[in-house]
T-cell receptor, first 117, second 114 residues
């Protein structure tokens, strides 16, 4: 149980295009979803936290106009990298948790490798 | 602020060797502590956790003990397998935040050869 699916797993696109990454909770309702960015040989950096039906809360230094997050339903959140450039190339990972209790764990997706040419 | 420090990798071992990956943390109060594992090309999976001092988390032969006095949460396994090759992340979550806020270490790559 508690499966989180990300799509696509790998995307390559030209500089200047926008890319959308989907994060779905397959067998539970995700009241909160998280988006992380992972640089090579580095740890995960939290980008933003989103609750269903409300605006995402972005971490300091993350451009909200660059990384658009939508959490329109209890099973789907999307991250759109707008006008992507080579420096946006990275591994993006989402996680989701269910329930309102503070001790509900985060369940992670398999990540999306984004390469901007 | 909160931070997690892990030993640098890669850690290279032969199959059936003993594994230790060191992790120390800085936080106020009593955070919850976690080990996550990331297999190549995949996301993170929770390996084990401990929520209070002296707790021992264990799973799949791995274990780690929450040591408040040394602010450590070292990961150990008595006999590693090739299938254990992965990147291991130590993480903490502040008191009373549950798992909402995770601070990760940089990760330690483990390579196990037959």
């Amino acid at each position: 149980g508690a499966v989180v699916s990300q799509h696509p797993s790998w995307v390559i696109c030209k500089s200047g295009t926008s890319v959308k990454i989907e994060c779905r909770s397959l067998d539970f309702q995700a009241t909160t979803m998280f988006w992380y960015r992972q640089f090579p040989k580095k740890s995960l950096m939290l980008m933003a936290t989103s609750n269903e039906g409300s605006k995402a809360t972005y971490e300091q230094g993350v451009e909200k106009d660059k990384f658009l997050i939508n959490h329109a339903s209890l099973t789907l959140s999307t991250l759109t990298v707008t006008s992507a450039h080579p420096e946006d190339s990275s591994f993006y990972i989402c996680s989701a948790r269910y329930g309102q209790g503070v001790n509900q764990p985060q369940h992670f997706g398999d990540g999306t490798r984004l390469s901007i040419l | 602020g909160n931070s997690v420090t892990q030993m640098e990798g890669p850690v290279t071992l032969s199959e059936e060797a003993f594994l230790t990956i060191n992790c120390t943390y800085t936080a106020t109060g009593y955070p919850s502590l976690f080990w996550y594992v990331q297999y190549p090309g995949e996301g993170l999976q929770l390996l084990l956790k401990a929520t209070k001092a002296d707790d021992k988390g264990s799973n799949k032969g791995f274990e780690a003990t929450y040591r408040k006095e040394t602010t450590s949460f070292h990961l150990e396994k008595g006999s590693v397998q090739v299938s254990d090759s992965a990147v291991y992340f130590c993480a903490l979550s502040p008191p009373d935040s549950g798992y909402s806020t995770l601070t990760f270490g940089k990760g330690t790559m483990l390579l196990v050869s037959p």
